[in-house]
């Protein structure tokens, strides 16, 4: 069973704009992580927020964590062609529970 | 994928089989982790070490053994490989860390298994 379930599960967008991926989990965390997989590839840690985080910015990524709601929000600004990936959340410690995954297409 | 190599990178076998991946890193992390992915089921723990020798069952464990007998080496094995093990198969390593740290994990190219 998975610990995060993302939402939507795919998401197509134009170069420039912003795309904003969902993540809820079922049980309390310490930190919940967000990963980026672009096709035939391993996945690549993107940020870490904290549970007593409630925002935390890196580049053009951006996150939130509500945990009175148990839900995570990834927002990419001013996306680019690159961006197009699939996108995880992942919950635990030493062991992580990912999500379904987001994936996200961006067009030129 | 700096760091870490697996092997194969693509194998097809038939069912029945035995088969083993190895995983292979050079960042001397402690924790290493075996993951299959599967359409509409994201990433799932098969199982992980944290340490020489030491090792626990994940999430998906049936069907499938573990080994590492070298800090650097995990090897995942299929004793009698089955369809339903067709999969991605990626390997992961990390560091120890604190609780409210977390332990950012780092993965594989990948292997792509088909069991006919």
């Known amino acids: 069973s998975q610990q995060g379930e993302e939402d939507p599960q795919a998401l197509s967008i134009q170069e420039g704009e912003n795309a904003t991926m969902n993540c809820s989990y079922k049980?309390?965390?310490?930190?919940l992580q967000w990963y980026r997989q672009n096709s035939g590839r391993g996945l690549v840690h993107l940020i870490l927020i904290r549970s007593n985080e409630r925002e935390k910015h890196s580049g053009r990524l951006r996150v939130t964590l509500d945990t009175s709601k148990k839900s995570s929000s990834l927002l990419i600004t001013a996306s680019r062609a690159a961006d197009t990936a699939s996108y995880f959340c992942?919950?635990?410690?030493?062991?992580?529970?990912f999500g379904t995954g987001t994936r996200l297409l961006v067009s030129p | 994928d700096a760091g870490i190599t697996q092997s194969p990178r693509h194998k097809v076998t038939e069912t029945g089989t035995p088969v083993t991946l190895r995983c292979h890193q050079t960042e001397n992390h402690r924790y290493m982790y075996w993951y299959r992915q599967d359409p509409g089921h994201g990433l799932r723990l098969i199982h992980y070490s944290y340490g020489v020798k030491d090792t626990d069952k994940g999430e998906v464990s049936d069907g499938y053994s573990v080994s590492r007998s070298k800090t650097e080496d995990f090897l995942l094995t299929l004793e009698s490989a089955t369809s339903s093990q067709t999969s991605v198969y990626f390997c992961a390593i990390s560091e120890s860390k604190g609780t409210a740290q977390g332990n950012e994990q780092f993965f594989g190219p990948g292997t792509r298994l088909t069991v006919l």
């Open positions: 992942a919950t635990g410690f030493q062991k992580l529970v």
């Open positions: 049980t309390s965390i310490n930190n």
